[in-house]
T-cell receptor, first 111, second 115 residues
Framework: KQEVTQIPAALSVPEGENLVLNCSFT??????LQWFRQDPGKGLTSLLL?????REQTSGRLNASLDKSSGRSTLYIAASQPGDSATYLC??????????FGKGTKLSVKP | EAGVAQSPRYKIIEKRQSVAFWCNPI?????LYWYQQILGQGPKLLIQ????????DSQLPKDRFSAERLKGVDSTLKIQPAKLEDSAVYLC?????????????FGPGTRLTVL
């Protein structure tokens, strides 16, 4: 059974700092891995999707990497801004199509 | 392109009452998912539809939860009777097909509080 873990559970950084969020998973037989952002009281916004055959994806200041063999993914945020404050969730997708989520990392970027 | 729509956004009920949530997926999306997100946790799949057929409902508490997607478009999730532990955000998501590369798009969710 797939288990997804995110470390740290919470992170506070000053504005402008580069940061890395970590995601690990126990079963490497995934089809893809997706990073989401969740603002308080809101739904999930997809940030990046990495297919199992890919190593990384980039969108603006965000870069996500995937290492299936070690069961790890990282989300790199460059030059963080207060508007980046949110909870970041990673999720793996298996053969049935459903997503298995981690508990998330709550990010706070201080002005 | 319109996103996934859900209603209501908030619902407060007492235990043992019934409640229903509605979801309208993105137009043309064949696959629809219902997730439950308890405070401090990641979302957990309750049920997955492909058109109007159920693909996976293994984690749906069938003694109290039911869901349907009668014309392969809109879906309704019902809880009857509700328990305190059902307090959560219920998220609906949709994707084009049940293929591994298809991205899931989420609605804003319905926040349920059971008193």
């Amino acid at each position: 059974k797939q288990e997804v873990t995110q470390i740290p559970a919470a992170l506070s950084v000053p504005e402008g700092e580069n940061l890395v969020l970590n995601c690990s998973f126990t079963d490497s037989a995934i089809y893809n891995l997706q990073w989401f952002r969740q603002d308080p009281g809101k739904g999930l916004t997809s940030l990046l999707l990495i297919q199992s055959s890919q190593r990384e994806q980039t969108s603006g200041r965000l870069n996500a990497s995937l290492d299936k063999s070690s069961g790890r993914s990282t989300l790199y945020i460059a030059a963080s801004q207060p508007g980046d404050s949110a909870t970041y969730l990673c999720a793996t997708r298996g053969s049935q199509g459903n997503l298995i989520f981690g508990k998330g990392t709550k990010l706070s970027v201080k002005p | 392109e319109a996103g996934v729509a859900q209603s209501p956004r908030y619902k407060i009920i007492e235990k043992r009452q019934s409640v229903a949530f509605w979801c309208n997926p993105i137009s043309g999306h064949a696959t629809l998912y219902w997730y439950q997100q308890i405070l401090g946790q990641g979302p957990k799949l309750l049920i997955q539809f492909q058109n109007n057929g159920v693909v996976d409902d293994s984690q749906l508490p069938k003694d109290r939860f039911s869901a349907e997607r009668l014309k392969g478009v809109d879906s309704t999730l019902k809880i009857q009777p509700a328990k305190l532990e059902d307090s959560a955000v219920y998220l609906c998501a949709s994707s084009l097909e049940l293929q591994e590369y298809n991205e899931q798009f989420f609605g804003p969710g319905t926040r349920l509080t059971v008193l």
